[in-house]
């Protein structure tokens, strides 16, 4: 993986202000590795990042809120997510 798109509601103030993204490669839930994390300082529609650390490949892939969004509360909103890079079958 090398790049991600959220793509937040548009008229929803339950954006997510900072997050991780994580994978694995095994079955075992508890060996996720952080291959991105933000902290946003302010909100938006929509925005592509560059992954942090791009050189493993994973199995498995998820994102995961590390506090809270901007009303406060603890949702993870978004209306859509696409990961980008290559693809090894």
């Known amino acids: 993986m090398t790049h991600y798109t959220i793509r937040n ?8 202000k900072s997050w991780v ?9 508890d060996k996720w ?8 300082k302010g909100k938006g529609n929509s925005h592509t990042f560059g992954v942090q650390n791009s050189e493993n490949s994973f199995r498995y892939i998820r994102m995961r809120s590390t ?10 909103c978004i209306n859509a997510i696409e990961f980008y890079g290559t693809l090894f079958i």
């Not at 993204?21 to 839930?29: L, P, V």
């Not at 506090?67 to 993870?76: A, E, F, P, Q, R």
């Open 9 to 16: 509601y548009n008229k929803g103030p339950d954006q997510p």
């Open 21 to 29: 993204i994580e994978g694995r490669n095994e079955e075992d839930n």
């Open 33 to 40: 590795e952080v291959i991105d994390e933000r902290n946003m």
């Open 67 to 76: 506090g809270v969004d901007w009303c406060n509360d603890n949702y993870l």
